[in-house]
């Protein structure tokens, strides 16, 4: 689905109980008391479709690109805490008791039920925590797995208290129509959480794969193949990424995402180029040749299939080398007759992969610390060094398509715009979030 259409289903998915409570046309109560109701219904929607966001839906990832998908993830969980901590406050100087006869659609008052109250207080603190621990997780001292069982469990409590809430203690989440829709959204949801965690886990364990080789490219990084195991494989376009589960059960949260650096015409193989940064990075070299694997993708809009230019630029930084590995390995596979130009970078000489089969190609290599006997570019990849490398044909005309660290993207992509080059021809993703 494109992105304006997904848009769209977003906005209409999150303002339908707002609307449908609107609808009733019940009396108004003033106007404090009304946005208050309002910001919490919104609060309410937007929780319910972070589980969709969440989910890795390849019909709502492949329109936007899953990094989009995930970036818009945290910025609407900040946006419902904002809003979930104003909810509350704006009842400020409104009456409040037990339900008056003359007031049956709590225009005048609100509820003092200890239920209905606790489950909105109980989500107020238990949104807050999810939030601010999402935030905070790097800093953190525990797991990446164990963050996300608890993410997971900690949305899950959270639904539930806010459907208790807002159909106890809500003016309008009261009526049946809206008390139904809030039910069959907070399902939708739950269900989404069940299909991630149990039901495409069975589906994995029919799909498993075994690791083929894992060997050193350089002090830390690293050439890891998997092949499936009585299976087909993964049908996937060059520049694509998957998360790997490498050692562990299909239920296992042990997952991480890494780029595909084979290209699509070596499958049913499939190769990662992995770097050495965290737990289970560390443990690259103990792996075994026919150990277990689970593959969850393809993922990814990087792809330059049926791109009308008849150019491409590959602007790699550090391992972020491995996607456009596998874009210039499949358009060479495939006699493709558009030109390729690389541009990669690293710190270290001894960083580089693959030095031989890229330096057959149209290679600039940069290193921001070289040896004394280095005849290549030095410093970062920056506008003076595109400058330097690239055609006022290439920049106007070529694809451009950025893997690397968040610093360098945003300068090449800063540059690139200011020497005219449109947003359409810029590819890159992004997944270094805070």
């Known amino acids: 689905m494109k992105w304006p259409y997904l848009v769209l289903v977003y906005m209409a998915l999150i303002l339908a109980p707002l609307g449908l409570s609107w609808s009733l046309d019940w009396p108004p109560r003033s106007f404090h008391q009304e946005l208050a109701s309002a910001l919490g219904m919104l609060a309410?929607?937007?929780?319910?479709?972070?589980?969709?966001?969440?989910?890795?839906?390849?019909?709502?990832?492949?329109?936007?690109?899953?990094?989009?998908?995930?970036r818009v993830h945290q910025v609407m969980a900040r946006t419902a805490l904002a809003f979930a901590l104003l909810h509350p406050l704006l009842y400020q100087g409104t009456p409040s008791g037990?339900?008056?006869?003359?007031?049956?659609?709590?225009?005048?008052?609100?509820?003092?039920?200890?239920?209905a109250l606790a489950s909105g207080i109980g989500a107020y603190l238990l949104l807050f925590i999810l939030v601010i621990s999402a935030i905070?997780?790097?800093?953190?001292?525990?797991?990446?797995?164990?963050?996300?069982?608890?993410?997971g469990i900690g949305a899950l409590f959270?639904?539930?208290?806010?459907?208790?809430?807002?159909?106890?203690?809500?003016?309008?989440?009261?009526?049946?129509?809206?008390?139904?829709?809030?039910?069959?959204?907070?399902?939708?949801?739950?269900?989404?959480?069940?299909?991630?965690?149990?039901?495409?886990?069975?589906?994995?364990?029919?799909?498993?794969?075994?690791?083929?080789?894992?060997n050193r490219l350089t002090p830390r990084q690293?050439?890891?193949?998997?092949?499936?195991?009585?299976?087909?494989?993964?049908?996937?376009?060059?520049?694509q990424f998957a998360w790997l589960n490498v050692g562990h059960s299909a239920f296992s949260l042990h997952e991480h995402p890494f780029s595909i650096s084979s290209a699509p015409v070596d499958s049913p193989a499939i190769s990662f180029v992995i770097k050495e940064l965290g737990d289970f990075t560390q443990t690259l070299g103990?792996?075994?040749?026919?150990?277990?694997?689970?593959?969850?993708?393809?993922?990814?809009?990087?792809?330059?299939?049926?791109?009308?230019?008849?150019?491409?630029?590959?602007?790699?930084?550090?391992?972020?080398?491995?996607?456009?590995?596998?874009?210039?390995?499949?358009?060479?596979?495939?006699?493709?007759?558009?030109?390729?130009?690389?541009?990669?970078g690293n710190r270290l000489e001894e960083q580089i992969v693959y030095r031989q089969e890229l330096s057959r190609e149209d290679t600039v290599f940069v290193l921001s610390e070289p040896p004394d006997n280095w005849c290549?570019?030095?410093?970062?990849?920056?506008?003076?060094?595109?400058?330097?490398?690239?055609?006022?044909?290439?920049?106007?005309?070529?694809?451009?398509?950025?893997?690397?660290?968040?610093?360098?993207?945003?300068?090449?992509?800063?540059?690139?715009?200011?020497?005219?080059?449109?947003?359409?021809?810029?590819?890159?993703?992004?997944?270094?979030?805070?």
């Open 44 to 70: 309410y929607s937007i929780i319910l479709m972070e589980f969709l966001l969440s989910g890795r839906f390849r019909f709502i990832s492949s329109g936007v690109g899953m990094d989009v998908t995930m």
């Open 98 to 115: 037990g339900q008056r006869p003359w007031d049956v659609s709590s225009q005048l008052t609100i509820t003092t039920d200890f239920f």
């Open 136 to 151: 905070a997780r790097k800093t953190l001292d525990y797991k990446y797995e164990t963050w996300r069982l608890l993410h």
């Open 158 to 214: 959270l639904a539930c208290l806010l459907l208790h809430h807002t159909v106890y203690a809500g003016r309008y989440g009261g009526h049946p129509a809206v008390a139904y829709l809030w039910i069959a959204m907070t399902g939708i949801a739950v269900g989404t959480l069940l299909y991630v965690y149990v039901a495409h886990p069975l589906l994995q364990m029919r799909r498993p794969w075994r690791v083929v080789s894992i």
């Open 222 to 239: 690293w050439e890891l193949k998997v092949r499936p195991d009585g299976h087909n494989g993964l049908t996937f376009a060059a520049g």
């Open 286 to 344: 103990q792996i075994k040749p026919g150990t277990l694997a689970y593959l969850d993708g393809p993922h990814g809009n990087l792809c330059v299939d049926d791109r009308p230019e008849r150019g491409i630029v590959l602007v790699a930084g550090g391992v972020g080398i491995a996607p456009l590995l596998s874009i210039l390995r499949q358009v060479r596979s495939n006699a493709d007759q558009r030109d390729i130009k690389l541009i990669y």
């Open 376 to 434: 290549g570019e030095t410093g970062w990849i920056d506008g003076p060094l595109l400058d330097r490398t690239l055609s006022s044909e290439q920049f106007d005309n070529w694809l451009f398509v950025l893997c690397g660290p968040n610093d360098m993207m945003d300068v090449v992509e800063d540059h690139l715009i200011a020497r005219g080059t449109s947003s359409q021809r810029i590819l890159s993703e992004r997944f270094d979030y805070d």
